[in-house]
């Protein structure tokens, strides 16, 4: 079975080099930066987009995925320093809104006290690019 962390019992360090993103009370125990946007896809339809977009950076590397759960991780090398943070992934249905979802991540630093914002800014930069075919 795949180790994804449990964003219900996430809790985030004093270290302001994680950032996440996810839909309001979806992480009770972590504040969110912010949420995902509603993508007029279904679940697994962004699940599929997720996995694309991944495979297709060339400094992003598939870990584990769960078709199923659809729940993925990966890692993310930086370009200068080639730090590595993590990511985990949940798309999720949107509640009432058939055909609907959204996600929630988590990214975090390896290693260091700061990242520079380097995190959220992943986040944002994966939302916007789940946005386009």
């Not at 972590?30 to 962004?46: I, M, N, R, S, T």
């Not at 694309?52 to 769960?66: S, T, V």
């Not at 943070?85 to 949940?90: E, G, M, S, T, Y």
Request: net charge neutral; proline share 9%.
């Amino acid at each position: 079975m795949p180790d994804f962390i449990n964003f219900k019992t996430l809790t985030r360090p004093g270290s302001p080099n994680t950032a996440l993103l996810a839909p309001a009370g979806f992480t009770p125990d972590a504040a969110p930066d912010g949420a995902a946007p509603v993508y007029d896809l279904a679940p697994g339809e962004l699940y599929m987009r997720a996995l694309r977009l991944i495979a297709d950076k060339r400094d992003w590397q598939l870990g584990e995925q769960d078709a199923g759960a659809m729940r993925l991780n990966f890692i993310a090398v930086t370009p200068l320093m080639r730090f590595k943070d993590d990511i985990d992934l949940a798309v999720l249905p949107v509640a009432g809104q058939p055909g609907k979802s959204t996600f929630a991540a988590y990214s975090r630093s390896r290693v260091g006290y700061s990242d520079l914002g380097a995190n959220r800014k992943r986040l944002e930069a994966l939302a916007t690019a789940l946005q386009s075919p």
